[in-house]
């Protein structure tokens, strides 16, 4: 992940071989081209720069690129938002700066823990950048409660989804997860690529997970802002949720996830189910502590 420069030359070219020429208004000279999508010169062309001096930004050397030259490479290259966003990142990254090595946050302030009690209905948690969950309210314990249950500290969504077995059962939709989470995590190693926790995340996972490193090395990123989420929950069975994703203004680095249901809906009714399961695990807990004498 601190190679930037090895990352700026596999994220460019990796970019530019999805792009057929003829997608572009180029003529594809010649049947035989070695290698797929856009040729270098081609790139150069269509961003309005010398072949030379890509060449240069694809071997790694992004420092000093002016945004309009970012911006044009991004047009080019038809990078969605979060693309765009990391390859300013890359820039950012490779800029000749002393490196701070940057921690995630791992705490929430109080403040943030009573908005989400204050959800009372909704499941909700917050995240930071390496997907830990710092803080969640009852809902949202009981809804992940697979993930809480992972012995391995601290709770992570990502972790949980490629090395505890139980993840495929509980995403319906694995295969999309799996994809969602390795894109998100490289859009996080972008913003803050010398976090030694985040490095040691993904070490962790390339080490242990054959499935995260083919994920990780096809090098696409992605923000997860909003959307439908489908899972199997051990108690009251399937779930379709929608969640929104908000970064918290106050708390940089730090997005609150919650989740609802459309009324009336077969969700809705499994979250009311959830919570009295809830309130009876805690009365039963309750009843079991020993009363002052």
């Known amino acids: 992940m601190a190679d930037t420069r090895a990352e700026i030359r596999e994220f460019l070219s990796s970019r530019r071989a999805r792009i057929a020429p003829e997608d572009t208004g180029l003529t594809a000279f010649g049947g035989n081209r070695r290698v797929p999508g856009l040729r270098r010169e081609e790139v150069a062309l269509l961003t309005g720069v010398s072949v030379d001096y890509y060449v240069r930004l694809e071997r790694g050397n992004l420092a000093g690129a002016s945004e309009s030259v970012l911006d044009a490479l991004a047009r080019t290259l038809r990078l969605d938002d979060a693309e765009r966003e990391y390859l300013f990142d890359l ?88 994809n969602d989470a390795a894109a998100m995590l490289r859009l996080e190693a972008g913003r803050n690529p010398h976090d030694p926790d985040l490095i040691n995340l993904v070490g962790e996972l390339s080490t242990q997970s054959e499935l995260f490193r083919e994920r990780w090395a096809s090098r696409d990123v992605m923000h997860h802002r ?18 929104e994703s908000m970064e918290l203004p106050s708390e940089p680095g730090l997005v609150m996830n919650v989740y609802t249901a459309p009324a009336g809906s077969p969700t809705a009714d499994a979250l009311r189910v959830l919570a009295s399961w809830v309130a009876s695990q805690e009365s039963s807990v309750a009843e079991q502590e020993p009363r002052p004498s």
């Open 91 to 178: 820039a950012r990254a490779s800029a000749p700066t002393l490196h701070k090595k940057k921690r995630a946050s791992t705490t929430v302030r109080p403040a943030v823990q009573q908005v989400l009690d204050a959800l009372a209905d909704a499941p909700a948690w917050v995240r930071n950048g390496r997907h830990d969950i710092l803080a969640a309210n009852r809902m949202g314990r009981a809804l992940y409660a697979p993930v809480f249950d992972d012995p391995r500290r601290p709770v992570n969504t990502t972790r949980f989804t490629y090395l505890n077995p139980a993840a495929r059962e509980f995403w319906r939709d694995y295969d999309r997860i799996a």
């Open 226 to 243: 909003s959307g439908v989420k489908r899972l199997h929950h051990p108690v009251v069975g399937d779930l379709d949720l929608n969640f």
